[in-house]
């Protein structure tokens, strides 16, 4: 293929609604390819026009990667959207809502977008004859044409959208090139839309892009961000930009723009200095590993265009001072083509360049695509891997990112003020017909709050978003007592370790949870030396093996885990030694200690009260391995009596890069065998929470995944099969809702449900706020009941899942999703992250991944 | 005077109706890679039937892109306007020229200028590594033969492929309002040779649009008359060398740079209350050092990283000595800082590191003095002495009790 086709090709297929649509797979979204022009701002222009330089070989420098605009796409959304679950459950299709509770006025992020009653988009063919094949060309000779130059128009080259209907069905055109070529444009109207449909929604989120754009916004990702009031963050590199995610949809009763603050975090070092920090840090020796290891992967945003690239691997051997060949086939060195490019000079010659596979857009069976980079020009984007452990900075991040509601508000009132105001804004908006409109508001209803059941005690928290002072005193429902257990601990730590058990007895004791004195053997500091010892003292009867680690790094606690999750059963309980320094905290962390230890051991620690007397619920969750990425991590976690208070746990590794769980059947029908076990019978009723969803797999899970489990709870029963519901379970949405008292606004209470307005026509679906947010705003958790054979009401369903987020017992306190979901998700973390195999049988019956 | 050019215009036009009767030949195609921006995005270069063709590499546009370019490297001009800037092209590639600080593109064409405007707007990386000097670039709706004092002042003004499309009436304003009015210390025209067409399989003009194409005798007679008549000086070259052979016919496209004789303090260039006739279109201006934000902001980004090598290369040199408890030896708290590791060659500016204050350290705090910090050739140039560099540390970064050096924890976990 010629570099000139490969060229367009790439120029064709880099626009973000193109984008976008690329990334859709299965069946496509009832739609078509939209490209807001006039917004493909610069780089859209630039990129084609310098890639028209070069590309003889498959190398370049870098200047064909994505676009800052692409990454992302909001098509899967929208194919979600059509799979119209409710329509199947009788008991809802009329009424979803329910009606218990104390009801609360809620301010939301969503605003009002109003259009003409007989607003209508009109979907036009162009054809050009002669034909031209470049879609800029196409495009600009469309635009400049006085006739339509004052309508408001979206086109991408083939299909053009225009508010305003053309006076004849077929209008011709002319215009001329700037060769003086004659062009004839033939316009043919073939659909007339309403509003209502899924293309005009598409529409819609295309202005607001552009006017974001006028807005002297950026598109990175699928958000816009506002470069002029940075954040930083210097003492670690980071600049946050503001801005925005918006997207524009229909809502239960009508269309709404849902707009949320966000932050883009940028590092303010390019990959040239990341590489000499490094490599002052570590050994030359393992350098260019070390190198390797902690770039490949991560997205970096170009110098001089608004590209972002993934690294996918460093090439040692090329220098800045090679050549390439570019396009019209001089050959030139990076060194000069970026001095006469850009007019920018490298300082280090001697640096290797970065290696980017560009992505086959097309989908053809031409070769992939290289991009060679020069790292002094490549920033970072992100968080920098090692982020997530370092604490300051994730405090200083969260300082700055987790807005308070009322600051929140702040910011979306000055988004809404800038599309009202702005002369550029108020003008598309104009054109187009529409009408921005008011902030909305909604009422939400607030369910009672739960009691907790101790063994013999019952008692109403003071706060539901914590009530370990409540039941200090208490006991627990069930405690095995631990007789006969291991710890191993370095020699350093063992005063610590003395210290803690003494305290660990101490709380106990009240608890209803015996501890004996343990086996205390003590090692070298080295993860070796811990195993071994674990090796040799872990014989049949230990009940559990504590470890006091000396330090954080992975390496103790993945080997630790791995071996006695999978290859020796046993329960771990590892703490590190530097926790238990804390003097004054030794009591509060010995008691959380001791409750871990006792749902390790199979112990119940509390419950709340279960209106439905045989009721089984199940949690899934589906993840990605940190390893492999071609690896899925499937946890499944079932209660196994009436309580919920005993659980069933598996988990599985499934070599797809789909989010969709194979195994459901065996694990289901595991989790009935064990409930029939334990209660003589199956239960009257299942209901699966459905955890790690991602975009635009809706109608594989109704398509695969309900019938895995719907075909194990036929067969487990000859005559009447337990009822099954499926809900899945979002934590990532658009919405949030904000109580308003007085003057300020506030994180609405516990236990808060809102069913309507935010909520979609075409889903029984409802938002439970079951969490406490110390700080910034809280995130409504958002569920959708997919499958529904139960038919209980609205209200007892939601608030039955209000219920299960009381029930995780790594937690004193509500969590923000039911706890078979969290349960799942703990699993699969220490697997995906640490265990890389499936843990062993035997451990399924406790919660040992606490 | 006056009749004279009209004299020359007439002439012209007489010339014009002759050439299109001499190369009127059976195809209409033009030969010439005229095809600006617009086909050029596409990556896709017009297949033109083949006859004898002329094929430029690189393309002709893009050499006199680079003529232009070329000058701005050798003379620096502040403020340049592009004349006739069509689809921005030029600007695009000016706007990285790091000398340029002023860039105006006028055209009559809104809907090209509208479209186009968003190319020259700063991407993410000028926000990240501003420019060392401001940037403002805007595009103005109007006609090059229409005075409006916002271009008065200029360094440089391109006209690139653009008198050939004016008329006989509009080529007569044209130095007038150029030459005359805005009179920018250089100006830059090119225009197709019409000699070099003879070597086109084609006809007439090298684009339906033009009014004229001359040869290097016209093109040269016109500019040394109005160069005379405004007090310029010119000079002629050209870009797209004829092939072997054909040498005699010059190049096809013939270039004049016109250079203001008399200097800019005579001329009351910046009495900018004229009218303001030109529309904007669009307007942008780049983040750079310039900008007390932009510059303070690098200056801290600078501090953080200069102060955590140091304070790493004392931790390392520390760990080296452990074993040699001389090095802090009891009763001196004030460790001296030296370099253990191994130091490859000295430049200039190491040099100027090495008699610098060193780091030292008092107890878990590490400091560096700010005279040193100042040593490092970016931030001396960025703050230029230390109470500058006092001022734009400001609150962010704590300096120790008198303000003269940074002050760090030594074991702060949090590596920055």
């Known amino acids: ?417 800038d599309f009202q105001r702005n002369k550029d804004a108020r003008f598309e908006l104009e054109t187009w017909g529409l009408h921005f409109g008011c902030q909305m508001s909604l009422t939400g209803r607030i369910a009672p709050a739960e009691k907790i059941i101790m063994q013999d005690h019952t008692c109403q928290p003071a706060s539901a978003a914590d009530w370990s002072k409540d039941i200090r005193t208490c006991k627990v429902l069930s405690a095995q007592s631990l007789n006969k257990w291991l710890v191993i601990c370095s020699n350093r730590a063992e005063s610590v370790t003395e210290n803690f058990l003494n305290c660990l007895r101490r709380v106990g004791g009240p608890m209803g949870f015996n501890v004996d004195c343990p086996k205390i053997i003590k090692v070298q500091e080295n993860p070796a030396a811990f195993i071994h010892a674990i090796q040799k003292h872990v014989k049949y009867e230990v009940q559990l093996v504590m470890c006091i680690l000396p330090s954080i790094q992975t390496s103790y606690y993945d080997s630790i885990k791995k071996y006695l999750s999978s290859d020796c059963p046993v329960p771990s309980q590892c703490v590190l030694a530097q926790t238990l320094n804390k003097q004054g905290m030794m009591l509060s962390v010995a008691t959380k200690i001791a409750m871990q230890m006792i749902c390790k051991l199979g112990g119940e620690l509390w419950a709340v009260e279960i209106p439905l007397k045989s009721l089984m619920v199940v949690g899934i969750n589906v993840c990605k391995d940190a390893f492999s990425q071609r690896t899925m991590v499937v946890g499944f976690v079932a209660s196994i009596n009436p309580r919920i208070t005993r659980w069933f746990s598996r988990c599985i590794l499934q070599r797809t890069t789909a989010h969709v769980a194979d195994c459901l059947k065996v694990f289901m029908i595991g989790a009935l065998n064990r409930w029939y076990r334990h209660n003589q019978g199956l239960p009257a009723r299942i209901i699966v929470y459905r955890d790690g969803v991602g975009d635009g797999q809706l109608q594989t899970l109704v398509d695969y995944e309900v019938p895995q489990l719907l075909s194990s709870v036929i067969e487990a029963s000859s005559n009447t099969s337990p009822k099954l519901s499926v809900i899945v379970v979002r934590k990532k949405g658009m919405p949030r809702f904000l109580a308003e008292t007085g003057r300020n606004l506030q994180n609405p209470p516990l236990g808060t449900v809102v069913d309507s307005e935010a909520t979609r026509p075409e889903w029984y679906d409802f938002y439970l706020i079951s969490q406490m947010a110390c700080r910034g705003t809280v995130n409504p958790t958002y569920y959708n009941v997919i499958y529904d054979d139960n038919g209980l009401k609205p209200d007892h369903m939601q608030r039955l899942t209000f219920k299960l987020c009381h029930v995780y017992y790594n937690w004193m306190g509500l969590i923000s999703i039911p706890a078979p979901c969290q349960y799942a998700r703990k699993l699969t973390f220490l697997v995906a992250q640490s265990l890389h195999k499936e843990p062993s049988l035997e451990l399924a019956n406790s919660l040992f991944y606490l | 005077m006056r009749d004279l050019k009209i004299d020359l215009v007439h002439h012209l036009v007489g010339l014009k109706e002759t050439a299109a009767l001499l190369f009127q030949r059976n195809l209409k195609t033009v030969a010439e890679d005229n095809m600006e921006c617009n086909s050029v995005v596409d990556g896709n270069v017009e297949e033109v039937p083949s006859k004898k063709v002329i094929k430029f590499n690189p393309p002709l546009y893009k050499q006199r892109y680079q003529f232009v370019k070329n000058l701005v490297e050798q003379h620096q001009p502040k403020k340049v306007a592009d004349l006739g800037c069509g689809d921005v092209c030029l600007l695009a590639i000016l706007k990285y020229q790091k000398c340029i600080e002023e860039l105006v593109g006028v055209d009559i064409n809104e809907g090209r200028l509208k479209w186009n405007g968003s190319r020259l707007s700063p991407c993410v990386g000028d926000h990240l590594d501003p420019r060392e000097l401001d940037l403002a670039i805007t595009l103005y709706h109007g006609s090059v033969l229409e005075k409006d004092c916002r271009l008065l002042g200029f360094d440089l003004a391109a006209c690139i492929e653009l008198i050939e499309h004016f008329d006989s009436e509009d080529l007569a304003k044209f130095p007038e309002v150029v030459f005359g009015y805005m009179c920018p210390a250089m100006i830059v025209i090119s225009t197709p040779n019409s000699e070099f067409n003879s070597l086109f399989p084609c006809a007439v003009f090298r684009d339906s649009d033009h009014k004229f194409e001359w040869s290097r005798m016209q093109f040269q007679t016109w500019a040394l008359d109005v160069a005379s008549r405004y007090n310029y000086s010119v000079e002629f070259t050209g870009v797209g060398e004829p092939p072997t052979g054909a040498e005699d016919v010059g190049y096809c496209t013939q270039i004049g740079v016109f250079r203001r004789k008399a200097e800019a303090a005579e001329l009351a260039v910046l009495e900018h209350h004229g009218e303001h006739v030109y529309e904007v279109v669009y307007t942008t201006s780049y983040p750079s050092l310039q900008q007390i934000n932009y510059r303070r902001r690098v200056v801290i980004y600078l501090v953080y990283r200069e102060v955590s090598r140091l304070k790493q290369k004392y931790q390392v040199s520390l760990r080296q000595h452990e074993l040699e408890p001389e090095f802090i030896a009891p009763g001196n708290q004030t460790g001296k800082f030296t370099s253990d590791l191994p130091v490859p060659v000295l430049t200039e500016d190491d040099k100027a590191m090495e008699i610098a204050p060193q780091p030292f350290c008092i107890e878990d705090k590490f400091y560096v003095p700010l005279q040193r910090i100042i040593a490092y050739p970016r931030l001396g140039h960025l703050c230029g002495n230390v109470e500058k560099l006092r001022e734009f540390l400001g609150d962010v970064i704590e300096l120790n009790c008198d303000g003269s050096a940074v002050k760090v924890d030594l074991n702060d976990c949090s590596d920055f």
């Open chain 1, 1 to 417: 293929k010629s570099g000139r086709a490969r060229v367009r090709a790439r120029g064709m297929a880099r626009s973000p609604g193109a984008a976008e649509v690329g990334r859709a797979r299965g069946p496509p979204p009832p739609s078509v390819v939209l490209i807001d022009n006039e917004a493909s701002s610069s780089s859209d222009c630039e990129r084609t026009s310098r890639i028209s330089q070069k590309y003889a070989g498959g190398i370049s420098p870098s200047d064909s990667g994505c676009t800052v605009q692409e990454r992302g796409g909001k098509v899967r959304d929208i194919m979600d959207l059509a799979v119209c679950t409710r329509e199947k459950l009788a008991h809802v299709r009329d009424c979803k809502t329910g009606s218990s509770g104390i009801p609360v006025k809620l301010v939301t992020n969503l605003f009002n977008l109003d259009v003409p009653q007989d607003w209508q988009l009109y979907q036009y063919h162009v054809t050009y004859s002669p034909d031209i094949e470049s879609r800029r060309l196409r495009i600009a000779l469309l635009y400049s044409h006085r006739e339509l130059s004052n309508k408001a128009k979206a086109f991408d080259g083939v299909i053009l959208f225009l508010s305003q209907k053309l006076e004849e069905k077929v209008t011709e055109l002319s215009s001329e090139t700037q060769r003086g070529e004659t062009v004839k444009m033939t316009i043919t109207l073939t659909r007339e839309l309403p509003a209502s449909s899924p293309v005009c929604i598409q529409v819609f989120n295309i202005i607001f892009k552009k006017i974001l754009k006028k807005l002297s916004m950026y598109q990175i990702g699928r958000n816009f961000y506002k470069p002029s009031e940075p954040v930083e963050i210097p003492q670690h590199k980071l600049s946050l930009w503001p801005g925005f995610a918006i997207s524009v949809s229909h809502f239960e009763t009508k269309l709404l723009l849902s707009a949320n603050v966000s932050y883009k975090i940028l590092r303010n070092e390019t990959v040239l200095e990341f590489m000499t920090d490094l490599c002052r840090k570590t050994s030359e020796s393992c350098f260019t590993q070390t190198c390797e290891k902690q770039l490949v992967g991560l997205i970096v945003l170009t110098r001089y265009n608004n590209k972002t690239y993934r690294i996918d691997d460093i090439d040692w051997s090329v220098k800045p001072t090679h050549t390439f060949r570019k396009r019209d086939g001089a050959e030139i060195t990076y060194v000069d083509y970026y001095k006469q490019q850009y007019d920018i000079i490298l300082s280090d010659l001697n640096q290797p360049v970065l290696v980017s596979l560009l992505k086959n857009k097309k989908n053809d069976n031409s070769e992939a695509q290289m991009a060679h980079l020069i790292p002094e020009l490549c920033f970072l984007t992100g968080m920098p891997g090692q982020a997530t452990s370092d604490f300051q900075l994730m405090k200083a991040v969260a300082k700055e990112t987790r807005l308070d509601p009322l600051v929140r508000q702040q910011h979306l009132a000055r988004l809404a003020d």
